[in-house]
């Protein structure tokens, strides 16, 4: 059974930076992908990053390129969201997910089939 646990959500004053790890068991990393997921107070979850962990094939949507970066740690087991330049609007939880069987990355939500509990992130201006 997969499990996913995130950490690293927190408080923070606009521009600031934070790094949230995802840590997995029951998952090597050699197949599937693995994303990032926030929703926002009162709206969707929405894809914010993606990586096809066999070939770290990377993909983000259009509001945080250039600001967040994604990466994984095969030997720990665990992916990572840097997130830096952060801006209010990025506050939300953050759901870390992984497709065992995917053959590429994905920002669609139903593409994934284990959720971590999530991890909050709070950006205040």
């Known amino acids: 059974q997969v499990q996913l646990v995130e950490s690293g959500g927190d408080s923070v004053q606009a521009g600031g930076s934070l790094r949230l790890s995802c840590t997995a068991s029951g998952y090597t990393f050699r197949t599937g992908c693995m994303g990032w997921f926030r929703q926002a107070p009162g709206k969707q979850r929405e894809g914010v990053a993606t990586i096809y962990t066999p070939t770290r094939s990377i993909a983000y949507t259009n509001s945080v390129k250039g600001r967040f970066t994604i990466s994984q740690d095969n030997a720990k087991n665990t992916l990572y969201l840097q997130m830096d330049s952060l801006k209010p609007e990025d506050t939300g939880m953050y759901y870390c997910?992984?497709?065992?069987?995917?053959?590429?990355?994905?920002?669609?939500?139903?593409?994934?089939?284990?959720w971590g509990q999530g991890t909050q992130v709070t950006v205040s201006s």
């Open positions: 997910a992984t497709s065992v069987t995917s053959t590429f990355w994905s920002l669609r939500e139903n593409s994934y089939n284990y």
